[in-house]
């Protein structure tokens, strides 16, 4: 069980408390260590709170914590995002998210944006903090999560690899797999507390995935894996056959984007550069919209994880 926390918010002794009602691991909200860019973000705590957040955790015996940081910050560089991932490995977490940070529509950034790294900057950064994390015992297994040994987050692998999950509660979503009817749906709970407490059931929404729409919802979430997938897995989890996406599939391999072994299918390293690259191959015409926005909204809607940066086709073209 994972507990979502701010590190602005911890009341001291809590956590034992959350352990003794069957929390198991927690999230921290760090983003960053530095004083000046938390400002400008707008976050309510201090670097000197995640500090004590993470010291609690350890005093209460859940040592099983995420750190969530982001890089491309405003005015960070490279040796600012390397502060951040030494920092956040002094406090001992088992596993830590590392997002690039993006401008999402309606939110003050988007309206006002801050003068941000550019990709190139970007993408040392992340190679550099990528380096750091593996020299320090973690394994990247999702494009933007990386653990400790036993230690990888375990609902959001049941999501990236498009596993069954209720969403209960105000503004939770769902996915559902009824093989007896041929159908895998999607559920959304009304966000507003006060109206889903009122009518759960009327609230909630409900929508069959399309069969054209299976294997862009598959791949949205398993090409963010560096392991891959499997060829059963594909075919179990949404009741297709592979000839459905083999000339994709070859497609992608002869583009150097996936590898196939024996059972496996992954991303190669230039692949997992571009997400989106691949996506755009699994998407039916009919819900392609002009200057990507429907891959940005799949991106963002997606699944949990969805929201690590997902690269164009087009730089995907000039990177090869």
């Not at 009341?11 to 069957?22: K, N, P, S, V």
């Not at 230690?151 to 596993?163: A, E, K, S, V």
């Amino acid at each position: 069980m994972t507990l979502e926390a701010n590190p602005g918010t911890i009341e001291r002794g809590r956590f034992a408390e959350y352990r003794a009602a069957g929390v198991t691991r927690v999230s921290l909200g760090a983003q960053t260590f530095d004083a000046a860019i938390l400002k400008a973000l707008g976050r309510i705590h201090s670097s000197d709170e995640t500090r004590r957040a993470a010291a609690e955790l350890h005093a209460a015996g859940l040592a099983n914590f995420n750190l969530d940081l982001m890089y491309a910050l405003p005015g960070q560089d490279t040796a600012g995002a390397g502060r951040d991932i030494a920092e956040a490995l002094a406090l001992a977490p088992a596993h830590l998210s590392h997002y690039q940070l993006t401008l999402e529509p309606g939110t003050v950034f988007a309206a006002r944006p801050p003068a941000l790294p550019d990709e190139d900057a970007a993408a040392v950064m992340l190679s550099a903090c990528a380096g750091r994390l593996q020299a320090a015992g973690f394994s990247q297994y999702e494009v933007s999560a990386y653990a400790r040994a036993g230690q990888q987050c375990r609902h959001n692998l049941n999501y990236w690899t498009f596993g069954d999950y209720l969403g209960v509660g105000a503004g939770a979503h769902g996915k559902l797999t009824f093989a007896d009817r041929g159908q895998i749906l999607r559920t959304v709970q009304a966000r507003e507390p006060r109206r889903y407490l009122a009518a759960p059931d009327a609230a909630l929404a409900r929508h069959v995935i399309a069969a054209e729409q299976l294997p862009f919802e598959f791949m949205l979430n398993a090409l963010r894996l560096p392991g891959g997938f499997t060829c059963r897995s594909f075919q179990e989890r949404t009741g297709l056959a592979w000839d459905v996406i083999g000339a994709r599939i070859t497609a992608l391999r002869q583009r150097g984007l996936l590898e196939m072994t024996a059972t496996h299918c992954r991303p190669s390293a230039l692949g997992l550069r571009f997400v989106n690259d691949m996506l755009l191959e699994f998407m039916p015409e009919t819900s392609k919209m002009p200057g990507g926005s429907a891959l940005s909204m799949a991106s963002r809607e997606g699944g949990q994880g969805a929201s690590a940066p997902l690269y164009t086709g087009l730089e995907a073209r000039n990177a090869e």
